[in-house]
């Protein structure tokens, strides 16, 4: 939660402040957020990938979808609910398998390897 009350309040309110739209705030600090995330998820694995940034771009349709359900149904738990699903359902898992792949072929391609499956013999050193 520090990291949201930081962007809250150095990147949200002086956006607000200067005119712009609640909406393309919000934008703004999902994609501050998302470069930041492909940062620290890109460099420990010496790649740099775009998976996390457009994860975190992803989610901005999904707060729209919740705020729109929570309208609809006061009260009700539909949007919890629908980001719980996207988020640990789907969401991370395929996260990590598509920086796995990322990863693997790039190895594959550093190897001489022409393909992944190609890579998976014990000559591969990844």
Do not use: D, K, Q
């Given at each position: 939660m520090p990291?949201?009350?930081?962007?809250?309040?150095h990147v949200y309110f002086?956006?607000?402040?200067r005119g712009t739209s609640s909406n393309l705030a919000m934008v703004i600090v999902f994609a501050i957020s998302g470069v930041f995330h492909e940062i620290i998820i890109s460099l420990?694995?010496?790649m740099i990938s775009?998976?996390?940034f457009i994860g975190m771009m992803g989610q901005i349709p999904l707060v729209w979808i919740t705020k729109y359900f929570d309208k609809k149904f006061p009260g009700s738990s539909?949007?919890?609910?629908?980001?719980?699903?996207t988020f640990c359902v789907v969401g991370q898992p395929m996260a990590i398998l598509l920086y796995a792949i990322e990863y693997w072929r790039l190895g594959a391609e550093h190897?001489?390897?022409?393909?992944?499956?190609?890579?998976?013999?014990?000559?591969c050193e990844l």
């Open positions: 990291v949201h009350y930081w962007l809250i309040r002086p956006c607000i402040r420990p694995f010496h775009y998976w996390s539909i949007g919890n609910l629908i980001f719980w699903i190897s001489g390897a022409g393909t992944v499956a190609e890579c998976c013999g014990s000559e």
